[in-house]
Every structure is written in C-alpha cells, then in structure tokens.
C-alpha cells in the first residue's frame, strides 16, 4: 500500500520487526505481572508459578463487564462538558473540538461506584477478575485496533499521522494510520487516553483496598498510600485534561495498537502493580517511613505540577503574571522557549517530578521484591524513550533556537546527571 506523499517519516520503535515483537511481548508481560503480584513468590524476573489455561482467561461474562465500562466512560464522554477546548491546528488549517469534562466524568464513576457499594457491590471482587480482564482487554484491543486501520483505509490523507503509514502492514497497525480517529463528535485516541484506562486504574485500586479490608479487616497503612498517591495522580490528569490536547500522542502520534494497548490494558493492569502486590503480600510500614514517604511524592508532585503548569501557562497566554519575569528564547516559528524556571533547570522537568511520584509510589511496598518497582523502572525507560522522540520534534520545530536551547539547559531529565 503507497503511503501518502510527505508522510514519510523515520520508523521507530525497531521498525516492523520491533512492532511485531511489542505486539507480542507486551500482553506477555503485563500477564506475566499479574500471575507474579498474586504469586507467593512474585519474582519479577522468572516463570510464573503457573502457566494459566484457556479457561481461567477466557470469560464471556467479564468481556460484558468490560464492554459495560467502555460503555459508562463513553457515555460520560458524551455528557455536556464543562468547556470545549479547540485543538491545535491541523495540516488542513482546521481545528478540532475537544469536551473538557473528564474530572466531572471521574466524579460520576465515584458517584455511581458509591452508590454500587452502598447498594451492597461486591467491587472487591474486582481483583479476582483482574486475570481474565486483562485477557480480554487485551483482545478487545487487537479487534479495536483492527477496526481503526480498516477505518484509515478511507480517511483523507491529510488526516494520516506521518509515523505510521509506512506502507508497511504490521508497523502502520502498531503505529497507528489515522491521527484523530473520530465518529462525530467522539475522538477515540482522547477519549481513551484519559478516560476508560485512567479511571479504570483507580478503580482496580480501590477493589484491591476493599479486597484487603475484606480479608485483614482493614487496608493497610501501604495501601492508603498507593491508592491516594495514585487517585492524586489520575485526578490531576483529568482536572488539567486540556493540556493532553498539546502532547504528542494527541499531536503527532497516529491511533493504533501502542496507544490503544497503552491506554486500555497496560495502564489499569500495570499501573495498579503495586496495590494488587501489597493484597497478595502485605507489608508493614511504620508512620516515620509513611511520612517520608509521602513528603518524597508530594516534592515529585510539585515539581510535575509547577512544570507542567508553567509550560502550559506559557503557551497559553505568555503574558500571564505568574510566567512575566521568566527568560526565553525566540524561534523561526514565532513560538518562544522557556530558559529559566523549571524548564531552565532541565529540559524535561515534568519528567523527573513523575519519575520522583513513581518511587513514592513503589516505596510502600519495601524493598524484600523487585516487582513493586517494575512501573519505576519501565517508566524510566519510557520517559528516557520519549524525551528522545521529544528532542528530535522540537528540533525540526525549532533548529538553531532548540540547539542554543540545549547549550543553555545542558541536562534533559535529572540535573547534572541525565
Ligand atoms: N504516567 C505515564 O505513563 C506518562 C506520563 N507522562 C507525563 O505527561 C506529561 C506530558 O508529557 P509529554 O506528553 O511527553 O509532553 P511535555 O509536556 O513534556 O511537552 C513537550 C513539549 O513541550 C514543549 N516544550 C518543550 N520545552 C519547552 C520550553 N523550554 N519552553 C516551552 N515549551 C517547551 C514542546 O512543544 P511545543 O513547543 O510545540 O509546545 C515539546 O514538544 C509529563 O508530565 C509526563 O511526565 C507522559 C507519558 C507517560
Ligand atoms: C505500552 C507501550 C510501550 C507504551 C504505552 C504508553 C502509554 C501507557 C502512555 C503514552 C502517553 C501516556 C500519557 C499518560 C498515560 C500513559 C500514556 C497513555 C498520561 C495521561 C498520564 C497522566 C499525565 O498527567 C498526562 C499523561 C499524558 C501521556
């Protein structure tokens, strides 16, 4: 299949070969981390105690409940929203429309949730499902991601994202053809970014609470603090909502199976890791430990926060008072870079605040397994990965200016180390 003049653009993620390799190993690896959580041993590195047959994935009743959640999210997406956002503007001049009502979508799950328990809702039943749901959640995803190739097939080309139409079947299917795949009104790619996954993770996070309560009489001191660390998170996510409009997965990034992987199976079933770990092996954590421990999220949440805010402040209205007295760079496109403040310490200071947020969140489970810090370490790489792809956008945004940039902010995520 030709791709579509000037879309070419450099493969990445090893090409086809890389794809087809992910396609596989990612399911493999986030089953794998659910056997290990619930394991006695939970070795992160190792065969699982056992290897689960057909029946303990498959379950008709649980592709319902999942199909059921999907249906829930979607439903509040459709919702009037608070605030319509408009996108960036695309190659065809033309900008999208985006519902900016996210938080208020988290709010009715909690409402609906509340509700569910008080009506008697064995949510911490959940966690006994997590196995087949990740399964089927999995499927889901391949058939999803299926359907929005085939929908690319008779999208404009201007609506095509530059990575992935290669012309190559398996890595244009993991890449994603279509940049804002849309019936109406609904954008898949932002609807599932922040909305079924994300909200599914807490969700899973609190079954895994109630499930402990229901078996030790009350949660855990560590469990209080993943669940709120994580809740902390996740509804900072969906109240600053606008701003995934400006990042590159919304941008840049066609919707295929990475995002649709990413978004709809590894977020709630990895990212819940270390809860589902302290159900299956609880640790003790004295209140002097609790508190440090919550003092290193709330600096990782500071430094996320200040710099994702100043950033995004800037680009929205740089003569706001709280960015006057910061120092910048002009660029060829007319857009400026911010030299000082978070974003003169070090060229990604979002990414080490929630590289600080993703230790706290491992530290409550001791340090007696590796496992609890596979998010630590997987996020590591993601980061070091897409600082990478960041670096080379902004570049061919920016050239020289991006260039002087990089000799005044030498450091890209930790200062004077990475
Ligand atoms: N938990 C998870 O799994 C993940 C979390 N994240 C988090 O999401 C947040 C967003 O990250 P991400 O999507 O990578 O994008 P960023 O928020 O880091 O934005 C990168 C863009 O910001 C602009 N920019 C960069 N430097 C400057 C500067 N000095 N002055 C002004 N603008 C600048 C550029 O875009 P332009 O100039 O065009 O505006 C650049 O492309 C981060 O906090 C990250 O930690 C991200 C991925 C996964
Ligand atoms: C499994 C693949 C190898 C990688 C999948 C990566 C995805 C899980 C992430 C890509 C960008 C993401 C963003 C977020 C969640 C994870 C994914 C989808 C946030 C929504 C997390 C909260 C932040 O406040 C904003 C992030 C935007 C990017």
Not at 222 to 237: E, I, P, S
Request: hydrophobic share 50%.
């Amino acid at each position: 299949m030709a791709s579509p003049q000037g879309l070419k653009a450099p493969l990445e993620f090893g090409g086809p070969l890389g794809a087809a390799a992910l396609m596989l190993l990612l399911p493999a690896t986030a089953l794998h981390l659910l056997l290990a959580a619930r394991s006695g041993p939970a070795r992160l590195l190792g065969p699982p105690a056992h290897l689960p047959g057909l029946s303990e994935l498959w379950n008709p009743r649980v592709l319902l409940l999942l199909l059921t959640w999907l249906g829930l999210q979607a439903a509040l997406y459709l919702l009037p929203a608070r605030k319509v956002a408009e996108g960036l503007e695309l190659k065809d001049k033309s900008r999208l429309r985006y519902p900016i009502n996210g938080f208020q979508a988290l709010m009715l799950t909690a409402l609906l949730v509340g509700l569910g328990i008080s009506a008697g809702l064995p949510l911490g039943a959940l966690s006994e499902v997590l196995l087949p749901l990740a399964f089927v959640a999995t499927l889901t995803t391949f058939i999803f991601s299926f359907l929005l190739y085939m929908k690319a097939q008779v999208a404009p080309a201007s609506g095509l994202a530059p990575g992935g139409n290669s012309g190559n079947l398996i890595y244009d299917f993991f890449m994603g053809r279509e940049l804002n795949p849309r019936i109406g009104f609904f954008d898949f790619k932002y609807f599932c970014e922040l909305r079924p996954g994300l909200i599914g993770w807490v969700l899973i996070n609190l079954a895994l609470l109630l499930q402990e309560t229901e078996l030790r009489g009350s949660p855990s001191l560590a469990m209080w603090l993943v669940n709120g660390f994580q809740l902390l998170y996740v509804g900072d996510a969906l109240w600053y909502e606008e701003a995934v409009l400006t990042t590159m997965d919304i941008t840049h990034d066609g919707f295929g199976f990475m995002l649709a992987f990413g978004d709809l199976v590894w977020v709630p079933f990895t990212y819940s890791l270390q809860a589902q770990f302290l159900l299956y092996h609880p640790q003790p954590l004295g209140l002097p430990r609790a508190l440090l421990i919550c003092f290193i999220n709330a600096v990782g949440y500071y430094i996320f926060r200040g710099a994702n805010s100043q950033k995004n402040t800037f680009r929205q209205n740089p003569s706001d008072p709280s960015i006057a007295g910061l120092e910048t760079i002009p660029t060829a496109t007319g857009k400026r870079l911010l030299v000082s403040g978070w974003w003169g310490m070090v060229r990604h200071p979002n990414y080490l605040g929630d590289l600080i947020m993703a230790l706290a969140w491992s530290l409550p489970c001791g340090v007696s397994h590796l496992l609890p810090y596979f998010y630590f370490f997987y996020f590591a790489a993601l980061l070091v990965h897409r600082e990478a792809r960041d670096e080379l956008q902004c570049l061919q945004k920016y050239g020289r200016a991006w260039h002087e940039y990089c000799q005044r902010v030498p450091y890209r995520i930790v200062p004077y180390i990475y």
